[in-house]
């Protein structure tokens, strides 16, 4: 069975400070993808990994993924107000099994504080 | 353009009400996805379509749900005699083919809450 684990679940940030949203997972799977919830809404995308070493930067949010170690991680680069939201990993199902759900994270909620 | 559409945003029910939550997923989009999101859990995989065909249900909790999507657009989750425990958000999301390399594009879900 899938199983995808984020650490740490509540991140309260300074503004200006760098930290790291850690995201394990426990077998194989074909992609990764990183999604952000706000309060009452959906999740938006943010990015998706495909392969082992990929990286990949949007603002102050860059996102990396070891196949190797299954083990993704979400960088955020001098924290600033707006990026207060829930993150979540997701996981594509593993081979042989359907080519559709994502299992997910139970997330980690981003505070970032002045 | 338009994302993806759900019906109704909220919806309390009496406990062993029937409901129906409706989806309307981006125009093209071959495969719909339905999950359901606890209270400060992450969403969680009930079932998928591909076109109009169902190819998994594994994560349906209990012969009480049922989904459709009968012209391989729309879809509709029932919860028939719904259970506190149904209380979640259920949230739909489409992608343009089903190859792997497809994000998933949610809608803002429908907030069901049985008393």
């Known amino acids: 069975e899938l199983k995808v684990e984020q650490n740490p679940l509540f991140l309260s940030m300074q503004e200006g400070k760098n930290y790291t949203i850690y995201c394990n997972y426990s077998?194989?799977?074909?992609?990764l993808y990183w999604y952000r919830q706000d309060p009452g809404k959906s999740l938006e995308s943010l990015f998706v990994?495909?392969?082992?070493?990929a990286v990949k930067q949007e603002g102050r949010l860059m996102a990396s993924l070891d196949t190797k170690a299954r083990l993704s991680t979400l960088h955020i680069t001098a924290a600033v107000h707006d990026l207060s939201a829930t993150y979540f990993c997701?996981?594509?199902?593993?081979?042989?099994?359907?080519?559709?759900?994502?299992?997910f994270g139970k997330g980690t909620k981003l505070s970032v504080k002045p | 353009g338009a994302g993806v559409s759900q019906s109704p945003r909220y919806k309390v029910a009496k406990r062993g009400q029937d409901v129906a939550l409706r989806c309307d997923p981006i125009?093209?989009?071959?495969?719909l996805f339905w999950y359901q999101q606890a209270l400060g859990q992450g969403p969680e995989f009930l079932t998928y379509?591909?076109?109009?065909?169902?190819?998994?249900k594994s994560g349906l909790p209990s012969d009480r749900f049922f989904a459709e999507r009968p012209e391989g657009s729309v879809s509709t989750l029932k919860i028939q005699r719904t259970q506190q425990e149904d209380s979640a958000v259920y949230l739909c999301?489409?992608?343009?083919?089903?190859?792997?390399?497809?994000?998933?594009?949610f809608g803002p879900g429908t907030r069901l809450t049985v008393l």
């Open positions: 999301a489409s992608s343009f083919r089903t190859g792997v390399t497809d994000t998933q594009y």
């Open positions: 077998t194989t799977s074909d992609r």
């Open positions: 990994l495909l392969s082992n070493g």
């Open positions: 997701a996981v594509g199902p593993v081979y042989g099994g359907s080519q559709g759900n994502l299992i």
């Open positions: 125009s093209g989009h071959v495969s």
């Open positions: 379509f591909q076109n109009e065909a169902q190819l998994d």
